[in-house]
């Protein structure tokens, strides 16, 4: 029997009935220990809810099912999950990583690894030649964002996987902006694979988590749970609950999204007030046929736009929309905007007259209609 189609193992996945009661929608479990058996032992599996919860197996599960992968480690946070990836770093190894990528992703390499002793060297990812230029004897980590934020630049999985294994490295893919819906870096060759939850996979603004997601490597999963343990950062029961029960119309939501975002890119690549539109799925976009080949669900439901007018007129744009809110964040099922440079603050390399578009699940006329006007 073939494999189910994408909506089908969202919902197979992310729905299981409860063992103990059947009951089609999973309890959530409000405790922080679980009782021992007569001889002291944990027969049932669970001990104290730092360590491991029905919720978070629940979830854990899930998301290695929809990646592809042996297992799963769900965090609170999606900087909780980066960290936790580069807890696996020594203090002599040396890692590779985008220049364009989510700002705190940066952050943390250049000043938390960095301190810890860790080498790294940034390179444009969007050249594999600057990849490979950039790898060393010592490198043990590739750390790959495509698309990136807020850019929306495309790296070229298979190629840089392949270089990064050459080199000894584990590859790793922030697989954020894409979700499972649209790309599936396994199938390139990626070790393991990064989501902030927060985003398309919670896709309702309401809950905040990050998830690490293993190809084959157990030595590298024990490593996560353990760190996950020791640093108590693994996600609470409610929010895993959150995650897992949205995670069922992930395909719904992310396609319809796609599908916006294509159509606003196009209008917007068309309109005299935008000097430049970054979204992979325009022909035009300098990644654009490599988006085509590994993102064959969809090119995501985010895009960029630089003002023409400058950073004053792509303010006055953004106070001047009715159906995009101008907040944080995307992925959700509501379309936001936002200017980016002001919110990554002093030593930002985003063009001031940037604002980057979070497409949600309103009619797609709607959004161009508002966008027009504020645009006028």
């Given at each position: 029997m073939r494999e189910p189609r994408l909506n089908t193992?969202?919902?197979?996945?992310?729905?299981?009935?409860?063992?103990?009661?059947?009951?089609?929608?999973?309890?959530?479990?409000?405790?922080t220990t679980f009782e021992r058996d007569a001889d002291g032992a944990y027969s049932r599996g669970y001990r104290y809810s730092r360590e491991g919860s029905p919720n978070r197996v629940a979830l854990e599960s899930c998301m290695a099912a929809l990646e592809g992968g042996i297992g799963a480690v769900a965090f609170a946070s999606g900087l909780a999950a980066n960290m936790g990836v580069f807890e696996l770093l020594g203090s002599a190894d040396?890692?590779?990583?985008p220049l364009e990528a989510y700002y705190g992703t940066l952050r943390q390499l250049r000043e938390h690894a960095r301190e810890r002793g860790v080498a790294v060297d940034f390179a444009n990812f969007a050249d594999p030649s600057a990849v490979k230029a950039a790898l060393r004897p010592r490198t043990r980590l590739v750390w790959i964002e495509t698309p990136t934020n807020p850019l929306l630049s495309i790296t070229d999985l298979a190629l840089v996987a392949a270089m990064g294994h050459e080199s000894g490295a584990l590859v790793v893919c922030d697989n954020?902006?894409?979700?499972?819906?649209?790309?599936?870096?396994?199938?390139?060759?990626?070790d393991v694979i990064v989501h902030s939850g927060t985003k398309y996979l919670g896709g309702h603004s309401d809950v905040l988590s990050g998830l690490v997601v293993v190809r084959e490597d157990g030595a590298v999963l024990e490593r996560l749970q353990s760190w996950q343990r020791i640093c108590g950062a693994g996600?609470?029961?409610?929010?895993?609950?959150?995650?897992?029960?949205?995670?069922?119309?992930l395909g719904i939501r992310v396609r319809t999204q796609?599908?916006?975002?294509?159509?606003?890119?196009?209008?917007?690549?068309?309109?005299?007030a935008v000097e430049r539109v970054y979204y992979p799925g325009l022909p035009q976009h300098p990644g654009h046929a490599v988006a085509a080949a590994q993102m064959?669900?969809?090119?995501?439901?985010?895009?960029?736009?630089?003002?023409?007018?400058?950073?004053?007129?792509?303010?006055?744009?953004?106070?001047?929309?009715?159906?995009?809110?101008?907040?944080?964040?995307?992925?959700?099922?509501?379309?936001?905007?936002?200017?980016?440079?002001?919110i990554e603050g002093p030593g930002s390399e985003t063009p001031q007259n940037l604002l980057r578009l979070s497409i949600g699940i309103e009619d797609t006329e709607d959004l161009i209609e508002d966008l027009s006007q504020a645009l006028a």
């Open positions: 193992r969202c919902v197979r996945a992310a729905h299981v009935p409860d063992a103990a009661t059947g009951a089609i929608a999973e309890p959530i479990y409000l405790t040396h890692v590779v990583a954020t902006f894409a979700t499972p819906v649209c790309q599936n870096p396994f199938d390139f060759g990626v996600l609470g029961a409610f929010d895993c609950w959150l995650l897992r029960r949205s995670i069922a119309t796609c599908a916006s975002a294509l159509s606003i890119a196009q209008f917007l690549s068309t309109h005299p064959p669900g969809g090119f995501g439901g985010v895009l960029s736009l630089c003002i023409a007018r400058g950073s004053a007129a792509a303010m006055a744009t953004v106070n001047r929309t009715r159906f995009f809110t101008p907040a944080t964040s995307l992925g959700g099922v509501e379309s936001l905007i936002e200017h980016r440079a002001s």
